[in-house]
């Protein structure tokens, strides 16, 4: 299978070779084995790393020429429109969004700045998909907003249309439709300065940080060279991506290793319910992450205690002269703004949550097997003593308070009183295994996985 998917993407690779610039992004149809279940329908791959390049379909026919004369009359008849398409701003008018759109047409700008539904849902509000239709007059004749304001499958579009000598409009809830997109890429300065190039949300950056959250410190362990390449899913309303969906595998190469994630979710069991006489319920599971061979990524501890955000990764530390004259110092220190949310890396009980000296505001919780995390010099403590807290809650926000001269987080992981080191014992925590009932649906789910990131890799011209 993998032969028949180099031999597809030999040419794309060719090509792009000799069109780097122009070769933005190209649909690919993987009709993948597996029974037909898990076939990947299209997947979009970015090429270039111009980030100003917009993916372009191109869509060739065969076309016999016409006479001239009948060309002409040809012309004559058809009034042709002109498409085009822009995003919504925060500080537009109906005036600069109807220029921006190419349009000239003072009734139109009339229209929308007196319609309640454009000034509701299309003025002053960014980052809305707009498709315009023009006139060869440059007027208005049909204005389509498109945005998915909840995370419900659905995506609201707002159509602006010409009526006789006005215009009218509706605001309809149309289903988004998913579609795959697999992109890759490699660090050279920062994840999120590679995630831009390769024009993957910063959404699906945040899921690849968590999906790896027990195995690498995306705040201390990140490597000039580190790889990775994701298969996410993209909402789409009428072809234009709106959402960027969920991660459905990936792999990070960290330090020359490499970790593999697919998303799974068992399917759903019967259970007999013996009150109700052997009538069989179906319990829903939750999915998850797991490697290729079907151990969970979800460990009992996380790696770092504040989430890997743009704001997070580039902060940086700029001095702290007391915390070097702190002889007890033995944790980890993570630079970050005042009022950073700092989670709890596992299940735990707080044993204390107040200020305690050279820690300032201070959370301790205990965990099981005589584990104890500490969370210092905190801005805020939003947990109580003896309160139960899961893994990944928010418990405190970042500060300076204590012995720190700038704002970061203390973080140590002690293991019968002493310190150790959090990143090992993240991954050196268990894992959750896979029900054995679970397994032959998993295998062919994993095998498809491979072949997408399989596919990336290949794509990756770099
Ligand atoms: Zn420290």
Redesign the pocket.
């Given at each position: 299978m993998l032969t028949t998917l180099q031999a597809t993407l030999t040419p794309l690779r060719q090509a792009a070779r000799r069109h780097p610039r122009g070769f933005a992004a190209v649909v690919l149809t993987l009709l993948l084995l597996g029974g037909g279940a898990y076939a990947l329908a299209a997947a979009v791959v970015t090429l270039a790393p111009d980030a100003a390049l917009a993916p372009v379909h191109e869509v060739s026919e065969a076309v016999a020429p016409l006479p001239l004369q009948e060309q002409a009359s040809a012309l004559e008849r058809h009034r042709y429109s002109l498409y085009r398409s822009d995003l919504s701003r925060g500080n537009d008018t109906a005036d600069t969004l109807l220029r921006r759109l190419g349009l000239d047409d003072p009734s139109a700008a009339d229209f929308l700045r007196r319609d309640a539904l454009a000034q509701r849902h299309l003025l002053a509000r960014a980052g809305r998909n707009l498709t315009a239709e023009a006139s060869e007059r440059n007027t208005l004749l049909k204005l389509i907003a498109r945005w998915s304001p909840d995370d419900d499958g659905n995506f609201k579009r707002l159509v602006i249309e010409k009526s006789g000598a006005t215009f009218k409009s509706r605001l309809e809830t149309v289903p988004l439709t998913a579609s795959t997109r697999i992109a890759s890429g490699t660090i050279d300065s920062s994840l999120f300065a590679s995630m831009d190039e390769a024009q993957i949300p910063d959404s699906v950056g945040a899921q690849i940080a968590e999906i790896f959250s027990g195995d690498i410190d995306f705040h201390r362990e990140l490597r000039k060279g580190d790889r990775y390449s994701v298969v996410y899913e993209v909402l789409e309303g009428d072809g234009e991506p709106l959402r960027a969906g969920r991660v459905l595998s990936a792999e990070f190469v960290n330090a020359g290793k490499a970790y593999q994630a697919v998303w799974f979710q068992e399917p759903a069991t019967a259970n007999v319910n013996p009150q109700e006489e052997g009538r069989a319920t179906h319990t829903q599971t939750r999915g998850g992450y797991y490697t290729l061979d079907g151990k969970s990524l979800r460990r009992a501890y996380l790696a770092s205690p504040l989430a890997f955000s743009r704001i997070t990764s580039g902060f940086k530390m700029r001095f702290h002269p007391i915390?070097k004259k702190?002889t007890a110092?033995l944790?980890?220190?993570y630079a970050a703004p005042i009022g950073t949310p700092v989670r709890s890396v596992g299940d735990g009980v707080v044993e204390f949550a107040a200020a305690q000296n050279g820690y300032g505001n201070v959370v301790f919780i205990r965990h099981r097997n005589n584990h104890v995390t500490v969370y210092?010099?905190l801005s805020r403590i939003l947990v109580r003593r003896g309160q139960r807290v899961a893994q990944g809650q928010t418990i405190a926000a970042t500060g300076a308070t204590g012995w720190?001269t700038g704002p970061?987080l203390?973080?140590?992981f002690r293991v019968n009183g002493q310190q150790q080191n959090p990143l090992t014992i993240a991954r050196n925590s268990e894992s959750i295994p896979l029900a054995p009932a679970a397994r032959p649906a998993f295998n062919r789910l994993a095998a498809v996985a491979r072949q997408q990131l399989a596919a990336a890799q290949l794509l990756a011209i770099r």
């Amino acid at each position: 299978m993998l032969t028949t998917l180099q031999a597809t993407l030999t040419p794309l690779r060719q090509a792009a070779r000799r069109h780097p610039r122009g070769f933005a992004a190209v649909v690919l149809t993987l009709l993948l084995l597996g029974g037909g279940a898990y076939a990947l329908a299209a997947a979009v791959v970015t090429l270039a790393p111009d980030a100003a390049l917009a993916p372009v379909h191109e869509v060739s026919e065969a076309v016999a020429p016409l006479p001239l004369q009948e060309q002409a009359s040809a012309l004559e008849r058809h009034r042709y429109s002109l498409y085009r398409s822009d995003l919504s701003r925060g500080n537009d008018t109906a005036d600069t969004l109807l220029r921006r759109l190419g349009l000239d047409d003072p009734s139109a700008a009339d229209f929308l700045r007196r319609d309640a539904l454009a000034q509701r849902h299309l003025l002053a509000r960014a980052g809305r998909n707009l498709t315009a239709e023009a006139s060869e007059r440059n007027t208005l004749l049909k204005l389509i907003a498109r945005w998915s304001p909840d995370d419900d499958g659905n995506f609201k579009r707002l159509v602006i249309e010409k009526s006789g000598a006005t215009f009218k409009s509706r605001l309809e809830t149309v289903p988004l439709t998913a579609s795959t997109r697999i992109a890759s890429g490699t660090i050279d300065s920062s994840l999120f300065a590679s995630m831009d190039e390769a024009q993957i949300p910063d959404s699906v950056g945040a899921q690849i940080a968590e999906i790896f959250s027990g195995d690498i410190d995306f705040h201390r362990e990140l490597r000039k060279g580190d790889r990775y390449s994701v298969v996410y899913e993209v909402l789409e309303g009428d072809g234009e991506p709106l959402r960027a969906g969920r991660v459905l595998s990936a792999e990070f190469v960290n330090a020359g290793k490499a970790y593999q994630a697919v998303w799974f979710q068992e399917p759903a069991t019967a259970n007999v319910n013996p009150q109700e006489e052997g009538r069989a319920t179906h319990t829903q599971t939750r999915g998850g992450y797991y490697t290729l061979d079907g151990k969970s990524l979800r460990r009992a501890y996380l790696a770092s205690p504040l989430a890997f955000s743009r704001i997070t990764s580039g902060f940086k530390m700029r001095f702290h002269p007391i915390l070097k004259k702190w002889t007890a110092h033995l944790g980890v220190d993570y630079a970050a703004p005042i009022g950073t949310p700092v989670r709890s890396v596992g299940d735990g009980v707080v044993e204390f949550a107040a200020a305690q000296n050279g820690y300032g505001n201070v959370v301790f919780i205990r965990h099981r097997n005589n584990h104890v995390t500490v969370y210092a010099h905190l801005s805020r403590i939003l947990v109580r003593r003896g309160q139960r807290v899961a893994q990944g809650q928010t418990i405190a926000a970042t500060g300076a308070t204590g012995w720190a001269t700038g704002p970061h987080l203390h973080f140590e992981f002690r293991v019968n009183g002493q310190q150790q080191n959090p990143l090992t014992i993240a991954r050196n925590s268990e894992s959750i295994p896979l029900a054995p009932a679970a397994r032959p649906a998993f295998n062919r789910l994993a095998a498809v996985a491979r072949q997408q990131l399989a596919a990336a890799q290949l794509l990756a011209i770099r």
